[in-house]
């Protein structure tokens, strides 16, 4: 809790803007957030979450409400699935 934590986004196609064929989502608890998506973050959510260049979600300041699943994906003329993460706090 209080920490920053980076979670890695695999199969990054080369030449993206910004990340801008990137999609981050939040699922807990029967519900879903879209953080990012075309290259911006989701102003509801913004004051704590960046992407990096590879397109990796960082939160900062991590709470007890940060913990569930984030699912990466890439818009490729390739259809590939999804990656998630799961993320857990340890108090």
């Known amino acids: 809790v209080g920490d920053e934590v980076t979670l890695p986004c695999k199969d990054v196609t080369d030449g993206q803007n910004q990340c801008d064929g990137t999609t981050w989502v939040f699922i ?4 879903t957030v879209t953080l990012f998506e075309a290259g911006k973050i989701n102003l509801t959510t913004s004051d704590r979450l960046s992407v990096t260049v590879n397109c990796s979600l960082v939160i900062k300041k991590v ?14 003329s390739e259809q590939q699935g999804p990656n998630s993460v799961y993320l857990t706090v340890v108090l």
Do not use: A, I, N
Request: hydrophobic share 20%; net charge positive.
């Open 63 to 76: 709470t007890m409400e940060d913990v569930g699943r984030y699912t990466c994906r890439q818009l490729t």
């Open 28 to 31: 807990c608890s029967m519900k």
